[in-house]
């Protein structure tokens, strides 16, 4: 590559799988986020329903497989809130965001490799958990936030 700077150099890129983030919103104004142990950061973390988009698989289809597998959750109304690259310096993967709406519970049926906890909490409280960085992902923070905004846009 040729640096800003215009020597050569050498750069880096770990192309990784692009994925979804969901934030279910119930009636009552509840939102459903994850809670499970992540060893990159070697902590507990709490997140919107997120994972890899399978391959053939559209980004729609694979938000309501993981709010089904993860949360047993499915939803009638989806919201599509965009696209965020949680990283931009040598990971290429992004995530597209959706807001689920009109909520239906099933049972959750997680993969064999995650071990999931369901955190229900208002979407105030949550709206809190990102600005007191109790919720640190990424993708689950954009999502909050532009759920935030979206939702305040559907009041006026």
Wanted: with cysteine.
């Amino acid at each position: 590559m040729i640096r800003p700077d215009g020597k050569d150099g050498i750069f880096g890129v770990v192309e990784m799988v692009a994925g979804v983030s969901v934030l279910p919103l119930d009636d009552e104004g509840f939102v459903y986020l994850t809670k499970e142990f992540h060893y990159a950061v070697e902590q507990e973390s709490i997140e919107a329903a997120s994972g890899a988009i399978d391959k053939n698989e559209t980004s729609i289809e694979a938000a309501k497989r993981e709010l089904k597998e993860e949360l047993g959750i499915e939803a009638e109304e989806w919201i599509d809130l965009g696209m965020v690259n949680p990283f931009t310096t040598v990971i290429k993967s992004h995530a597209i965001i959706y807001l689920a709406k009109k909520l239906h519970f099933l049972e959750a049926n997680p993969e064999s490799t995650e071990k999931i906890d369901i955190v229900k909490v208002k979407f105030d409280d949550a709206l809190k958990m990102v600005m007191e960085s109790e919720i640190t992902h990424g993708p689950s923070c954009v999502l909050i936030l532009k759920a935030a905004e979206y939702l305040r846009n559907q009041k006026s």
